[in-house]
């Protein structure tokens, strides 16, 4: 029993992980907070359904199409709704990306309907049993895609030389441009990276419960947001820990607890490690100077 | 808006303001156009009093619907259960919405900008899913009937008529409160917290005490609000109190204007009449009010009565009639 949850909770954690990562890397970045990450993640669902279903295609060639076009929905988002109000008030940015939330939810509702559909990727679902757990192979192949997206996240933001332009611009954006980096090509890079983790993590959603639906967005928005920002937002390895941590923590509260209260322990955990660290776990501390 | 400078004139437009909103009623009849203006009147409560927490004290928060919620709840069930007055049960929902305020803001009100969004957020999540879940008592999803109307000296407040008289009461109420609050000391000190905190430090202002100020009267005003809510609609249910309506509320106040008390007014007026008037489009409705709110954003990022227009006004009161030629016809250029 306790394996067997964490074992679930690790597969659900790692799927917080993939979109809490979209929304550390903008705030490292801008930051600010993306707001409309979680209907990015919820677009990437529908495209995955849309290319395998709709379009008939094998998922090998579907899912990477549709990773491509939601890192274009992404990049778009970034260009139309932050870009022109980078410099004003942060909360113009906030209320900014809200309406773009509301603008893809409803898109989708208008598209695909308000209803709640399969995913059918072709991808035929086999359980294993290792000792008293039982494991699917979508599960396992959530655990070692997750796994496998981040260290290739990490190699490409330390080891590369966008990764590098990467950390410089989000250190400085005016010292970054004077070095010559070209900062709004790194940030729509950085939306693109953001996006294809969501389309991934909606992916694999979709495969893993089997239901696509207008409004799923806002339940993993909002905890993949509480994952970003138990890590320390701003810090990769953090947004990967935080998710893991709430993923693990909802799984066992509903388990042991309550499974009605099962957001209650993730948001719970988050604002307790709050009270008593501030910054997150993983996150820097701040020193205000005036 | 010159005229509005000119102390007597301001009030001569506010009398006005008042006698038309009296005899609103008696003109339009349609209890439909009656129904939008009572929603408007209740998210100016909420508008204004998350004002206070974000606009004048700095803070973000996105849980305002929680207490909201727990002013709608508490009255309610004090009315349904024990057969309190209605304005004793409204009375109630504040205390009980203004602890909770307190209960929440004493531990995190530590945090900064992002981090405060988030607690506030969770916060509003886990009192919903307490309304969801603790059925003994919310009845969970099935919400909470019959709700019954106020009576005030055995004489029963029911109808949208007198929905609409009670609610403009509580609006001007709500606005003469948090005008007498914004323009005080303590007003002043809450606007220097926000401006920067380690300088309203360094020249005696605790920081934490007028965020926490701010907090609970904005949470107890919710309350209130809540608590009116349940008797008009006669019927409360969680999912009224959801992240979307903190997050109707937020843009209220943003899209309005931040720190200005008429900029709320404004903003709960727009984004409650938008939907209505977009209702001809129905499926495309929503869509075009997202888009609205991204290219409101791009083309007025301080919102519809933002600062730039209000610290020049600041500034011609000031210079009083000695220096009005010049200044006013510079202030026009901008209006």
């Known amino acids: 029993m306790f394996t067997q949850q964490l074992m679930n909770g690790i597969t659900v954690g790692g799927i917080y992980a993939l979109i809490a990562l979209g929304y550390t890397m903008v705030y490292g970045i801008l930051k600010i907070v993306n707001f409309a990450h979680g209907d990015v993640f919820m677009m990437g669902m529908f495209l995955g359904m849309f290319f395998t279903q709709a379009l008939g295609m094998h998922y090998l060639i579907a899912f990477p199409l549709a990773a491509a076009a939601t890192a274009f929905v992404g990049i778009c988002i970034e260009r139309i709704a932050y870009r022109p109000i980078r410099v004003a008030d942060k909360l113009a940015v906030l209320i900014s990306a809200l309406g773009v939330s509301i ?24 359980t294993f049993r290792l000792g008293s ?33 990467m950390r410089a611009t989000s250190h400085s954006i005016v010292s970054a441009k004077l070095m010559g980096i070209n900062t709004d090509k790194i940030i729509s890079f950085t939306f693109g990276v953001g996006s294809v983790l969501a389309c991934v993590a909606g992916i694999l959603v979709g495969i893993y419960y089997d239901a696509v639906y207008p409004t799923i967005g806002y339940s993993y928005g909002l905890k993949a947001f509480a994952a970003a920002i138990l890590g320390g937002i701003g810090s990769i390895p953090g947004a990967m820990l935080g998710g893991f941590v709430i993923g693990i923590v909802e799984t066992f509260g509903a388990a042991y607890i309550s499974s009605g209260y099962r957001d209650a322990f993730a948001f719970g955990i988050l604002i307790i490690v709050l009270i008593f660290k501030p910054s997150g776990i993983l996150g820097v501390k701040h020193v205000d100077k005036v | 808006m010159k005229f509005l400078n000119d102390p007597k004139k301001k009030k001569i437009a506010y009398l006005v303001l008042l006698v038309l909103l009296a005899v609103f009623p008696f003109v339009i009849t349609n209890s439909y ?10 998210y100016i409560l909420l508008a204004t009093s998350l004002n206070l927490v974000t606009g004048f004290a700095g803070q973000l928060s996105l849980g ?41 803001g004493l531990p995190t009100l530590r945090l900064r900008g992002d981090y405060l969004a988030i607690v506030t957020l969770g916060f509003g999540e886990i009192v919903r ?48 409160v948090m005008s007498r609050i914004v323009n005080s000391g303590v007003g002043m000190a809450m ?41 008009y609609i006669a019927y409360i249910s969680p999912t ?18 931040l720190g200005s008390i008429p900029g709320s007014i404004i903003g709960a007026c727009i984004l409650t009449l938008v939907p209505e008037l977009l209702r001809f489009m129905s499926d495309y409705r929503m869509l075009i009010f997202g888009a609205l709110m991204v290219f409101m954003m791009i083309f007025r990022p301080e919102g519809f009565w933002g600062a730039s227009k209000r610290v020049k006004n600041i500034y011609k009161i000031k210079a009083g009639g000695a220096k009005n030629g010049s200044d006013s016809g510079d202030n026009q250029r901008h209006d």
């Open chain 1, 103 to 126: 603008f893809l939810q409803n898109f989708a509702m208008l598209v695909w309907g308000t209803e709640t559909h399969t995913f059918n990727s072709g991808i035929k679902v086999q």
């Open chain 1, 133 to 165: 757990v039982t494991l699917s192979n979508i599960q396992i192949g959530v655990i070692v895609l997750c796994c496998v997206l981040m260290v290739v996240l990490y190699l490409v933001v330390n080891k590369t030389k966008i990764g590098v332009a």
């Open chain 2, 33 to 42: 156009y009656l129904h939008v203006c009572i929603s408007i009147g209740v």
């Open chain 2, 64 to 104: 305002h619907a929680a207490f909201y919620g727990i002013g709608a709840y508490v009255g309610a069930l004090l009315m349904l259960n024990f057969d309190v007055n209605f304005f004793l049960a409204m009375i109630a929902s504040a205390v009980v919405s203004g602890l909770f305020g307190l209960l929440l």
């Open chain 2, 129 to 176: 899913l307490v309304f969801v879940n603790w059925a003994e008592v919310t009845r969970g999803p099935l919400g909470l009937p019959g709700i019954p109307s106020p009576s005030i000296f055995g004489f029963e407040i029911s109808g949208r008529t007198a929905f609409y008289y009670l609610v403009i009461v509580l609006v001007l109420i709500t606005l003469f």
């Open chain 2, 191 to 231: 606007q220097t917290v926000k401006i920067d905190e380690i300088a309203a430090e360094s020249i005696g202002i605790y920081p934490i005490k007028y965020k926490l100020i701010a907090f609970v009267v904005a949470a107890a005003f919710a309350g209130i609000a809540g608590c009116y809510y349940a008797s």
């Open chain 2, 240 to 257: 009224t109190f959801v992240y979307n309506t903190s997050v109707t509320i937020l843009a209220m106040v943003v899209l309005g204007g």
